[in-house]
T-cell receptor, first 114, second 115 residues
Framework: AQSVSQHNHHVILSEAASLELGCNYS??????LFWYVQYPGQHLQLLLK??????LVKGIKGFEAEFIKSKFSFNLRKPSVQWSDTAEYFC????????????FGSGTRLSIRP | DAGVIQSPRHEVTEMGQEVTLRCKPI?????LFWYRQTMMRGLELLIY????????DSGMPEDRFSAKMPNASFSTLKIQPSEPRDSAVYFC?????????????FGQGTRLTVV
């Protein structure tokens, strides 16, 4: 069965600090991977996605993620965070079979100190 | 396209009442997902449809919950009777799978409060 683990529940950083949020998935086949962001009171929006090709994926707002197949990981990174990055971040996976469903991790709340 | 449209945005109802949440997916998307988000449980997949057919409803918490998709442009999630523990934000999302999966596009959500 598909599953997604986000190990960091709440991360607190100061502005300009570097960010890395962990995401590990479980699925025995080809996957598509996503990171979503949810700003306070809003819906989930796509940050970036990996389907195939270059395992280093660049998204919006300076975010990037690296797919490491051998580690079943898809960690999110940003070299220098801003106060406006305060939000909740969700990793999601979908297996390539037609019967797959999009499964989300439990989310990581990111708080940025100004 | 206007994106995924959910209504109402907010719903306050009394325990025992029937609640119906509505969703209009993005035109051309053949997958529709209903999620529930709470502080305690995070984002839970309740049910999803492919070409208007329910594929997996294993996340539906109880028989009080039901979902329908009578056509490609409309879905409902109904709770009857509602209980205070059903209070949550309910999101609808749609996507498609052509040569590969698209991402899920989310609606603005319905914030349900059952008192």
């Amino acid at each position: 069965a598909q599953s997604v683990s986000q190990h960091n529940h709440h991360v607190i950083l100061s502005e300009a600090a570097s960010l890395e949020l962990g995401c590990n998935y479980s699925y025995g086949g080809t996957v598509n991977l996503f990171w979503y962001v949810q700003y306070p009171g809003q819906h989930l929006q796509l940050l970036l996605k990996y389907f195939s090709g270059d395992p280093l994926v660049k998204g919006i707002k300076g975010f990037e993620a690296e797919f490491i197949k051998s580690k079943f990981s898809f960690n999110l990174r940003k070299p220098s965070v801003q106060w406006s990055d305060t939000a909740e971040y969700f990793c999601a996976v979908i297996g390539y079979s037609s019967a797959s469903k999009i499964i989300f991790g439990s989310g990581t709340r990111l708080s940025i100190r100004p | 396209d206007a994106g995924v449209i959910q209504s109402p945005r907010h719903e306050v109802t009394e325990m025992g009442q029937e609640v119906t949440l509505r969703c209009k997916p993005i035109s051309g998307h053949d997958y529709l997902f209903w999620y529930r988000q709470t502080m305690m449980r995070g984002l839970e997949l309740l049910i999803y449809f492919n070409n208007n057919v329910p594929i997996d409803d294993s996340g539906m918490p109880e028989d009080r919950f039901s979902a329908k998709m009578p056509n490609a442009s409309f879905s409902t999630l109904k709770i009857q009777p509602s209980e205070p523990r059903d209070s949550a934000v309910y999101f609808c999302a749609s996507s498609t799978r052509g040569r590969g999966w698209s991402e899920a596009f989310f609606g603005q959500g319905t914030r349900l409060t059952v008192v």
